[in-house]
Nanobody
Framework: QVQLVESGGGLVQAGGSLMLSCAAS????????MNWYRQAPGKQRELVAT????????NYADSVKGRFTISRDNAKNTVYLQMNSLKPEDTAVYYC??????????WGQGTQVTVSS
């Protein structure tokens, strides 16, 4: 089992920045991929950013490319999402996700990000 706890959400003005954190615990060694997703009211959950913890390779949704950066600190078992130049359309609940061996899928509880115009 893997447990994920997000933190760092909040209210920010357009153009501002926030950093989200996702602390993982439990069977960390089983994790293959870490993701950040988001879900805005009335919309489907959207994949925002991906990182491979072992090698550090990353991938981003077109909507956040150049503004968001995903990173990890393997010593702290933590994945971060640095969000810059935030827009009102970035407003959503952000979820940390871990994909592990044997098709296991783990989710955090979510953290609200609200960007005011």
């Amino acid at each position: 089992q893997v447990q994920l706890v997000e933190s760092g959400g909040g209210l920010v003005q357009a153009g501002g920045s926030l950093m989200l954190s996702c602390a993982a615990s439990g069977s960390i060694f089983t994790i293959n991929v870490m993701n950040w997703y988001r879900q805005a009211p009335g919309k489907q959950r959207e994949l925002v950013a991906t990182i491979i913890p072992s090698g550090g390779s990353t991938n981003y949704a077109d909507s956040v490319k150049g503004r968001f950066t995903i990173s990890r600190d393997n010593a702290k078992n933590t994945v971060y999402l640095q969000m810059n130049s935030l827009k009102p359309e970035d407003t959503a609940v952000y979820y940390c996700n871990a994909k592990a061996i044997r098709q296991k899928d783990y989710w955090g509880q979510g953290t609200q990000v609200t960007v005011s115009s």
